[in-house]
T-cell receptor, first 111, second 114 residues
């Protein structure tokens, strides 16, 4: 069974702090990893993707991938109230097209 | 900025009726997808479409579902005989390459089957 697991939260972080979101996946052969942000009632919005082990930075966001541990994370620096949303981890496993999704972590940034 | 557009934003239909959900992918994209999200649950893959044919489909995508690219711009999802459990948000997405590249989502169609 192909699974992507996330802590559902909510994760509460003070404004200006670093928010750390985690995701684990079941298939060791997974190739690509995506973080989407979803506001309530809206569609998923791509934040970052990562393919290789290590860190990838884009502005206030850093994705971290550890394939040996089957673990991917998203760090949000200088958290803003507008970052409050559900963050979805999606993984491309042995498929060319299909993404397997986690249930999402609800993030709340407190002013 | 190019975007994926979906119509309608909300569709209410009676059980047993046919519905067609419409999508206009980003113009230079070649791969198209339908996902659904039942309220409070995970996003689920339904189908991917490339080169005018289905490239992959999930167990959810049974004979009640079909997809079509009737012209150069539209991509549709048809549900032949809707069931109550088909009520969900349906998202269309497109990408310029296969699954290892990022897919961009439309704003979704909320389907309510009564």
């Amino acid at each position: 069974q192909k699974e992507v697991e996330q802590n559902s939260g909510p994760l509460s972080v003070p404004e200006g702090a670093i928010a750390s979101l985690n995701c684990t996946y079941s298939d060791r052969g997974s190739q690509s990893f995506f973080w989407y942000r979803q506001y309530s009632g809206k569609s998923p919005e791509l934040i970052m993707f990562i393919y290789s082990n290590g860190d990838k930075e884009d502005g206030r966001f850093t994705a971290q991938l550890n394939k040996a541990s089957q673990y991917v994370s998203l760090l949000i620096r200088d958290s803003q109230p507008s970052d409050s949303a559900t963050y979805l981890c999606a993984v491309n496993m042995d498929s060319n097209y299909q993404l397997i999704w986690g249930a999402g972590t609800k993030l709340i940034i407190k002013p | 900025e190019p975007e994926v557009t979906q119509t309608p934003s909300h569709q209410v239909t009676q059980m047993g009726q046919e519905v067609i959900l419409r999508c206009v992918p980003i113009s230079n994209h070649l791969y198209f997808y339908w996902y659904r999200q039942i309220l409070g649950q995970k996003v689920e893959f339904l189908v991917s479409f490339y080169n005018n044919e289905i490239s992959e489909k999930s167990e959810i995508f049974d004979d009640q579902f079909s997809v079509e690219r009737p012209d150069g711009s539209n991509f549709t999802l048809k549900i032949r005989s809707t069931k109550l459990e088909d009520s969900a948000m349906y998202f269309c997405a497109s990408s310029d390459a296969g699954g290892n590249t990022e897919a961009f989502f439309g704003q979704g169609t909320r389907l309510t089957v009564v």
